[in-house]
């Protein structure tokens, strides 16, 4: 289902407008909008389903961090004139969700995390030592997944392109470091938000103990593990993920 990629006041993004209640996603560090795909087919008609792109390749690179994403993220809420959304992340905008929310708590009325980062994440790691081997980043997009079909050529294209450009990588470098420096163990305890876990049991970005750390560290939390999943059980199983995640918004719903 394809939907018009809207540009206006800074922002990029596309929006359903398919029910009352936003339900606002937030991809990766290397993620796109294909990454939601299941969802946004599950949930289009139901929710009104917002998906903006961060900004990692275009903001100031001074102002570059998970902090000034966060901030993005924010002044988007604003623009749009949500009242209160439903945040959904993954791996770095799983992060960015928990800062968010941390931030303006009275913005936000559930919060899903899946393979987010936050505590713990075994990526590329903070340079990019093999940026020109296409084979190497084939690897390293495969092993993000339980069945490594799922890193398309069109997917691996996109990751290689990105690090092949030395501007990209350097800001791709400084949003990890930004995130690896940004590691809220301590703070989890503030959240009272209902938020749901969605983990890949064969994730090995960030395992399965990160999810369970996860669960641990924030009080109103539920925890699901998917069988053959790796970091982004919502593209590998988005029945399964769809489902769970379905009932855990019809539990917290603001209507």
Do not use: C
């Amino acid at each position: 289902m394809n939907y018009e990629l809207v540009e206006e006041n800074g922002f990029k993004y596309i929006e359903t407008k398919g029910g009352e209640e936003t339900l606002l996603l937030l991809h990766g560090l290397l993620g796109a909008l294909s990454n939601f795909d299941g969802i946004l087919n599950e949930f289009h008609d139901k929710y009104n389903v917002v998906i903006p792109i961060l900004p990692i390749l275009e903001m100031p690179i001074l102002k570059l961090s998970v902090g000034g994403l966060v901030e993005h993220v924010h002044d988007f809420v604003q623009h749009k004139a949500y009242k209160q959304v439903h945040v959904l992340g993954n791996s770095l905008g799983g992060h960015i969700s928990l800062l968010f929310t941390l931030a303006y708590p009275e913005l936000v009325s559930s919060i899903t995390l899946t393979g987010s980062s936050g505590l713990f994440e075994s990526a590329m790691g903070t340079t990019f030592p093999k940026r020109g081997d296409y084979e190497y980043i084939k690897n390293k997009a495969e092993e993000t997944f339980y069945d490594p079909k799922v890193a398309t050529k069109e997917l691996v294209d996109d990751i290689f392109n990105t690090v092949n450009d030395r501007l990209k990588a350097i800001r791709i470098v400084a949003t990890s470091k930004s995130a690896v420096r940004q590691n809220l163990e301590h703070r989890l305890h503030e959240l009272k938000a209902p938020t749901l876990l969605i983990w890949g049991k064969q994730d090995k970005v960030t395992p399965p103990f990160v999810g369970e750390k996860f669960h641990s560290l924030i009080k109103n939390s539920e925890l699901h593990m998917i069988d053959k999943s790796g970091h982004a059980p919502m593209m590998e199983q988005p029945k399964e993920f769809n489902r769970i995640l379905e009932a855990f918004l019809k539990k917290h719903s603001v209507l």
